[in-house]
């Protein structure tokens, strides 16, 4: 068997890998897919694979995507060949969290004009400083990584409402909406979070007329995918003053253009999509992928969390 890795793990862990699986060729490569027309097993980002490169993987059985969206990579032709397609879904969850509940505390207690104060060695203390404490969050895609940040929501007594496709019930919601009911909801929040992954449900889901359903000081976040609003309602919503402050992880393009206008929007917090960004990150991609391994070697082919490459999740 051949397993072919196009992202470079460190050496001590390449080692691990191969010792401990004798009876599998590993190719460590960057972004290098020459070996792909032998390789069994994939595993990758996902961003680097079209068309061509499914086609030219003759004997590829699995795909092991150590991301958690799957959206850019060549579904019809993935779905062809009867490929599985699994990914790691549910490790982003604490530094997701934590990158959320950092930017929360940040506006809250007001830390970017303290800081801007230090920095022009100003004694400042008039703020208007808020707390987390009694506030509604409505959370959209309250799975693995929305029900992290629902309980540390809860941790600081944040009501959480969460927003799906179905509305059952999720962890650490102390509420759960469907999409039908999300924009007669959304005056009760005072904090809005997207998680959705990018599927044709949820690209544009939001428009303006939910921003306008938002509170004056609401805070909206979008750390899911960029998709779910387009660019010219959110400028809109922000130049009005529709809400508070937009903080986006995510962007319908991405690099961000130098010349767009949220990098001068003094209500927009633009995160260079990095709030999963871990010294963790790999370790615990191959916390999912080698036991998963293992149990594929010995015959069962069916990986956690299988992704259903149709429904696009």
Excluded at 232 to 256: C, G, K, R, T
Excluded at 295 to 308: A, C, M, R, Y
């Amino acid at each position: 068997m051949e397993v072919l890795f196009t992202f470079l793990p460190n050496e001590k862990m390449q080692q691990s890998i191969i010792d401990d699986f004798p009876e599998a060729d590993f190719h460590f490569v960057y972004k290098d897919k020459s070996k792909l027309p032998t390789a069994d097993v994939l595993v990758t980002y996902g961003e680097d694979l079209d068309d061509g490169d499914i086609e030219d993987a003759k004997n590829l059985k699995w795909i092991m995507v150590i991301s958690a969206g799957i959206e850019k990579m060549p579904h019809e032709a993935i779905s062809k060949r009867g490929i599985t397609v699994s990914n790691v879904r549910g490790i982003h969850k604490t530094p997701m969290g934590e990158s959320v509940l950092g930017h929360l505390l940040a506006l809250k207690r007001s830390l970017p004009e303290i800081y801007e104060n230090q920095r022009n060695h100003k004694w400042e203390r008039k703020f208007r400083s808020t707390e987390l404490f009694g506030s509604t969050a409505l959370i959209l895609g309250p799975g693995a990584i929305g029900s992290e940040i629902g309980r540390l929501l809860q941790a600081f007594g944040v009501m959480t409402i969460g927003c799906n496709r179905s509305g059952n019930q999720a962890d650490h919601m102390n509420e759960m909406i469907s999409f039908d009911e999300l924009i007669g909801k959304l005056p009760e929040a005072d904090i809005v979070i997207s998680v959705l992954p990018s599927t044709a449900e949820t690209n544009g889901l939001l428009n303006i007329e939910h921003f306008k359903a938002m509170k004056e000081d609401a805070i909206f976040m979008n750390f899911g995918r960029g998709d779910l609003v387009k660019d010219e309602v959110l400028i809109e919503a922000m130049h009005e003053e529709m809400i508070a402050y937009a903080v986006l992880d995510v962007f319908e393009q991405e690099p961000l253009a130098e010349d767009h206008p949220f990098w001068g929007m003094k209500n927009v917090i633009v995160s260079p999509h990095v709030s999963s960004k871990s010294g963790k990150y790999v370790e615990r991609a191959m916390e999912v992928f080698l036991p998963d391994l293992r149990k594929w070697i010995e015959g069962n082919q069916e990986p956690t969390n299988l992704v259903n490459m149709e429904k696009g999740y």
